[in-house]
């Protein structure tokens, strides 16, 4: 249980960082 739960976090981490990249990008 733990490792899928650390699987979905990492991928939500990617999710937000790659989004912050593009908000950042369109400034």
């Given at each position: 249980?733990?490792?899928?739960?650390?699987?979905?976090?990492?991928?939500?981490?990617k999710l937000l960082d790659l989004r912050m990249k593009q908000i950042i990008?369109?400034?």
């Open positions: 249980a733990n490792y899928l739960i650390s699987c979905v976090r990492d991928d939500t981490v990008g369109s400034f």
